[in-house]
Every structure is written in C-alpha cells, then in structure tokens.
C-alpha cells in the first residue's frame, strides 16, 4: 500500500519549524498541496517572523506545491481567512494537521494566571479554532482527515506543565467528541503524542538522545493519521521509530446498595472499583451510563 496525498490540500500549523515543518515537507513529497501556518515567534509564543515562508521556500525548491500564511491560531478571523485562501487557490481542505504550540513552563505554585492563560489559548482554542475553520467544508466534501497534537504531559503528567497537560488532555477530549460528529461526513479525528528533539525540548534531551529523536522518525504516524486509511479517535504515541496506542478505559466498578451509599461504602468497595479486571474502552460518553445501569441490573 502506497500512501499518497496527491490531490490533497493539507494545512500543517505552527509548520515553521520542528515537527509541523516535517510534516509539511512529506505531505508535499507525496502530492498535498500545503499550507505552511506559522507566525513565527519564539517558545514561549512572543514575536513574529518569516519562518512559514522559509517552509514554502523549501517546498517548492523540492518541486512541491505550498503556501505559507502567518496567521495566530489564537485568531479565529485568521483561520477562517486561511481556509479561504487554501480553497481558492486549490479548492478545498482535506488535512488539517493542528501541531502549533508554545511552552511557559513554571511549577503551579509559580505559573502566573496569564501563562496558564496562553497556552491553553494556542494548543486548546488554537486548535478548536483551526478545526472550526475548516469543519464546513470538510463536512460538504464528505471528506476530512483532523489530527489534534497531545503530549505525554496531557496524557501522564509532568512537573512544571499544568498549563500544557491541561490543555493536550483537552484536545484528545476534543478528538472523542469531533469523532463521533464528524462520522457520517467521513472526516476522521485522531490524536497523536510524539516525542521529538525539537526547540520545544532542546533543552531536556541530552544530545545523543537528540538526534535519535529527530521530527522525521514522528512523521510515519502523522502522515497515516491523516490519510485516506487513517483510523478515528486514536491516540497515537510516537518518538525514534517506536509506535504505541493510548486509551482512556473504564473499569467495570462496583455498585453500593441503597442505605450504604456513603463515603465510608465507598472506601469499603475502593479495590473493587479501581481493579482493572474486564475494563473497557467506551466509544462515547453514554456509555458510562450503560455500564451503571449494567451494573445495577447484577
Ligand atoms: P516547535 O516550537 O518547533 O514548533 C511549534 C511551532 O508552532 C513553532 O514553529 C511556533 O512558531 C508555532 N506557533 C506557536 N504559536 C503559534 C500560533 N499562535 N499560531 C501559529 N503558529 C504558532 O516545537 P515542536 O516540538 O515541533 O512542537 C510541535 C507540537 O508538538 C506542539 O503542539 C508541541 O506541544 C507538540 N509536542 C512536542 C513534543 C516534542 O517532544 N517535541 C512532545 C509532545 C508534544
């Protein structure tokens, strides 16, 4: 099997550098035209420059087919501008790759509301808005491929990252709900965890670990995350060639009598309702209702 993205037009945010830019470079080697999102601004999400057009630059110096546009994801109005401009230009939005982010790392008891602030603004509502942007037309295409970037800070934790882990949780929650909405216009949504040496984590990798883990070893799993093939409502982990899946599970519970329906019944019942015995993988939100009423039924 060939995956190609010829005839695709595909948006990669925040493709100035890092993973957006690898991705970009590949979708455009296997046919997608691309836009190339990203103001350009440093880590921490201040200032501006001409990466996106760099992107571009390399793109089409390879023979690939790109646009770049300098839009915030942070600004909805932009979003639905560079939508606009993709479909003139090319007719539609297939892909939507949601990968734009920023960092400002502090332990809670230091992290200033305004850091908290911003950077559940660019990964959580940068997203949102970027997919808003392009929801219609998927929709009216019969055809849309949406990957919302997660963390290992959202899914596990992470010292000095309430702001980041609250917001990559977010949009794997994003991905559950869109999933199931966006099912009958054939749009699938899917949610990756990469682990890449880029700026973002240049200073945690030591420089052996560094190369190993290159953006290029992510791309595999971005790329069929957003082909014609992909799956939906994955959560895709993914750093130096290794793969793995991710899942949010239920477990099968216990129910209190009525009468014992206090908080000493439920410490009594605890092992019983945490123990991982025939644990489940609910394909949407009701059925944790179904499960209780399993439950009460014996
Ligand atoms: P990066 O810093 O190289 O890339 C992020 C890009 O987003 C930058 O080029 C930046 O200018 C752009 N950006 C920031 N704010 C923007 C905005 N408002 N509008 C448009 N573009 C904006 O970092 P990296 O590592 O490539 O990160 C890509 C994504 O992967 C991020 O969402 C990050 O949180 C996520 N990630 C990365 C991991 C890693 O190990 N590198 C681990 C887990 C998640």
Redesign the pocket.
Known sequence: MTISFKDRVAIV?????????AYALELAARGAKVVV???????D?TGT?D?AEKVVEEIKAAGGEAMANG????EYEQMVEMVAKAKEAWGGVHVLI??????RDKSFAKMEPADFDLVVK??LV?SGYCTKAVWETMREQNYGRILM?????GLYGNFGQAN?GAA?LGLAGLTKTLYLEGAKNNIKVNTL?????????EDIFPPEAFAQ?K?ENVVPAALYLVSEEAPTNMIIGA?AGAFHAAYVTMTQGAALPEGERTPEGVARIFDKIIDRTGETVPQSGSEQAMTIMRLLQG
């Not at 999102?37 to 880590?43: E, I, K, M, S």
Request: overall charge positive; aromatic content about 4%.
């Open positions: 945010t925040g493709a100035g550098g890092g993973l957006g830019r999102n990203d103001l350009g601004g440093a880590r999400g420059s990466a839009g915030s994801v942070t949601n990968n734009a982010g920023i960092l660019v990964h940068g970037t997660a963390s290992s800070t980041y990559k965890a990469p682990v890449a040496g880029t700026r973002m984590t883990f953006p750093g």
